[in-house]
């Protein structure tokens, strides 16, 4: 399988007030700047047991039209070049642009019945997709470092720290969505945060 999504990358580290503390006997009066309008951009990644399939670059807000582009000049291509790229079934979540009927036509031209279509994959489901339960979290944890100072350079970070993503984290990935299967079938498609 490869999954497939999307998330934004800030220029500015984030900061997770659940995790930074300061310790003070006395009130601390500590503040984070952060930009009221932070540069970001919109990166699209695949992910199967064998390889990360991206990054790619939406320097704009993302819609069927330059969703489809993508897909055909930059993904469709790179799957081609797999030695398995038959075997392969491809999903989505149900982002607006990946619903489209232009993108649901040309995706089930190419991929037949190994696509998985919108009417057949859980709404709101993070949980089962791995871009969402492992990439996005895991690089967002090591793409600051070192610090960014412009978008290409975020870049630059993002392209490294996906190169050294390799086999033995993808097993782990994919054997931990196999589990996550298990939990929400024995859940009855319930939810299984918890479990």
């Given at each position: ?42 990166v699209?990644?695949?992910?199967s ?71 057949s ?5 993070p ?61 009855n ?7």
């Amino acid at each position: 399988m490869v999954f497939s999504d999307e998330a934004y990358f800030y220029l500015t580290l984030p900061v997770n007030i659940q995790n930074n503390r300061q310790w003070s006997k006395g009130q601390p009066f500590l503040d984070v700047e952060r930009p009221l309008h932070d540069k970001k951009i919109l990166v699209w990644c695949g992910i199967s047991v064998n390889r990360v399939f991206g990054p790619y670059y939406f320097e704009n807000t993302i819609n069927q039209k330059n969703y489809l582009e993508m897909l055909k000049n930059f993904f469709w291509p790179k799957l081609l070049r797999t030695a398995e790229y038959k075997k392969y079934i491809f999903q989505q979540d149900g982002a607006r642009p990946h619903t489209a009927t232009t993108v649901q036509t040309w995706l089930t031209e190419k991929f037949g019945n190994k696509f998985i279509d919108k009417n057949s994959w859980p709404p709101r489901s993070p949980d089962l997709n791995p871009c969402d339960f492992f990439l996005w979290g895991y690089l967002k944890s090591v793409v600051y470092n070192p610090l960014p100072k412009t978008l290409d350079d975020l870049k630059v970070n993002l392209e490294r720290e996906i190169k050294k993503i390799n086999k033995d984290m993808l097993k782990s990935t994919f054997s931990n969505f196999e589990k996550r299967c298990h939990l929400l079938k024995s859940a009855n498609g319930g939810h299984i945060e918890n479990k």
